[in-house]
T-cell receptor, first 109, second 114 residues
Framework: DAKTTQPNSMESNEEEPVHLPCNHS???????IHWYRQLPSQGPEYVIH???SNVNNRMASLAIAEDRKSSTLILHRATLRDAAVYYC??????????FGTGTSLTVIP | DAGITQSPRHKVTETGTPVTLRCHQT?????MYWYRQDPGHGLRLIHY???????DKGEVSDGYSVSRSKTEDFLLTLESATSSQTSVYFC?????????????FGDGTRLSIL
């Protein structure tokens, strides 16, 4: 199974950057790294994904280690609306996503 | 959003009764998925479909069956519901097999089996 390891919870002050880490030491060469977040009573929402190179979009940045065994989701300026559970997932060519329990992010005003 | 509608949004039923949950998409995505979410477990894949009438099992498929007769609809059936199937169920869609496309999720169905 392609599994990831994330801290259970993190806190950040509003308007400061947040770095959410993820370890995926069993990653294979064709596995994509995906990040999703889930707000209370909602379905998961796609944030960003990448394979080898760092990626940026309007929501966040994804920094992937050179050996691909870890990655970091970067929220450049945390807002109260970013408080959610963040999931780091390996998307395998076996067409399955394996969600762990994610990191619960608290944003402090 | 990807135009995913789950129905019903909430359901309470009794042990031993059949239950069918529906997922409808308007994006013409090839892949569709059913997950369940329980405290302490995150989301776990039940079944998925890679085309009309093409389905496969996920991590926790026992006690569940699925059908996909049209691209836009993916049904999840509990033939004889048990209390252990009380959960929040999420449908998702995705465009490809290789991992380079995101999944889009519905808002979930909260199912309680008494």
């Amino acid at each position: 199974d392609a599994k990831t390891t994330q801290p259970n919870s993190m806190e950040s002050n509003e308007e400061e950057p947040v770095h959410l880490p993820c370890n995926h030491s069993t990653i294979s060469g064709t596995d994509y790294i995906h990040w999703y977040r889930q707000l209370p009573s909602q379905g998961p929402e796609y944030v960003i994904h990448g394979l080898t190179s760092n990626v940026n979009n309007r929501m966040a940045s994804l920094a992937i280690a050179e050996d691909r065994k870890s990655s970091t989701l970067i929220l450049h300026r945390a807002t109260l609306r970013d408080a959610a559970v963040y999931y780091c997932i390996l998307r395998t060519t076996g067409n399955q996503f394996y969600f762990g329990t994610g990191t619960s992010l608290t944003v402090i005003p | 959003d990807a135009g995913i509608t789950q129905s019903p949004r909430h359901k309470v039923t009794e042990t031993g009764t059949p239950v069918t949950l529906r997922c409808h998409q308007t994006e013409n995505h090839r892949y569709m998925y059913w997950y369940r979410q329980d405290p302490g477990h995150g989301l776990r894949l039940i079944h998925y479909s890679y085309g009309v009438k093409d389905t496969d099992k996920g991590e926790v498929s026992d006690g569940y069956s699925v059908s996909r007769s049209k691209t836009e609809d993916f049904l999840l059936t509990l033939e004889s519901a048990t209390s252990s199937q009380t959960s929040v169920y999420f449908c998702a869609t995705g465009g490809d097999r290789g991992g380079n496309q995101p999944q889009h999720f519905g808002d979930g169905t909260r199912l309680s089996i008494l």
